[in-house]
C-alpha cells in the first residue's frame, strides 16, 4: 500500500474548506499505479493460423489488489483496485473480455483443451499494413474506496489500466486431398 500525505487544508478550489473523504478518495485513485503487463499468446504472434484457436493470457503476477491513501489531518481514505477484466482488442475490428488473466499454455496441455481466454481468427492478415494485426490489450480494474477520521465509502466502478500492443502475424494453411492412394 502506498500512502500520501497532503496537507490539512486540501481542497477542490482554493479557499473552499477543508478537505472531505470524497476528495481524498480521488486522490487517492490518482496515486493509484497501474501496472502494465505483457500480451502473451501461443502460439505466438509469429505463428498464429486461421481457424486455429490462440490462446491468451497476461502476467498472472500483476493480478492483485493494489491500494493507495490520501491523509489531511485526521481524515483518509483509500482507494483500493482490484484487477477485473482484459478487453483484447485482436486487430480485426473484433473484441475479446476475459474475466481474469487467462492460463498460460503448456507442452503438457491435451491438444484439445479449450482455454480460458482465447480468439480465433477467420482472415489472415496479409492484406494489412506490414502483413500484421495490431493487438491491442487494457486491463480495467474495479475500484473502490474506504474512509477514516469521516464518513465515506463506495464503489468507483472500472477503471483502464495501461494498454499494451502487439502486432501478430495470421497466416492461412493450404491443403490439398488427393484422395486415396492406389
Known amino acids: 500500500m502506498k500512502v500520501i500525505w497532503v496537507p490539512s487544508v486540501l481542497a477542490v478550489n482554493a479557499g473552499s474548506g477543508p478537505a472531505t473523504a470524497s476528495i481524498l478518495a480521488q486522490q487517492a485513485v490518482s ?4 501496472p502494465a503487463t505483457n500480451i502473451e499468446m501461443s502460439p505466438t504472434a509469429a505463428n ?10 497476461v502476467d498472472r503476477g500483476m493480478w492483485h489488489p493494489i491500494s493507495a ?5 485526521p481524515v483518509s481514505a ?3 483496485a482490484t484487477p477485473d477484466e482484459v478487453v483484447w482488442q ?3 475490428g473484433n473484441k475479446v473480455t476475459c474475466t481474469g ?9 491435451p491438444p484439445d483443451q479449450p482455454s ?5 481468427y477467420t482472415q489472415d492478415s496479409s492484406s494489412q499494413p506490414g502483413g500484421t494485426y495490431t493487438v491491442t490489450t487494457t486491463v480495467y480494474w474495479h475500484v473502490t474506496w474506504t474512509s477514516q477520521g469521516a464518513p465515506g465509502g463506495g464503489d ?7 494498454s499494451m500492443q502487439s502486432t501478430v502475424h495470421v497466416q492461412e494453411v493450404h491443403a490439398i486431398n488427393r484422395g486415396p492412394s492406389g
Open 31 to 34: 496515486y493509484l499505479r497501474f
Open 48 to 57: 498464429i493460423t486461421v481457424n486455429l484457436p490462440t490462446w491468451l493470457w
Open 69 to 73: 491513501t490520501a491523509t489531511a489531518g
Open 78 to 80: 483509500t482507494a483500493t
Open 90 to 92: 485482436m486487430g480485426d
Open 101 to 109: 488473466p487467462g492460463t498460460p499454455w503448456t507442452s503438457q496441455d
Open 116 to 120: 480460458d481466454c482465447s480468439y480465433t
Open 156 to 162: 468507483l466502478g472500472l477503471i483502464a489500466g495501461p
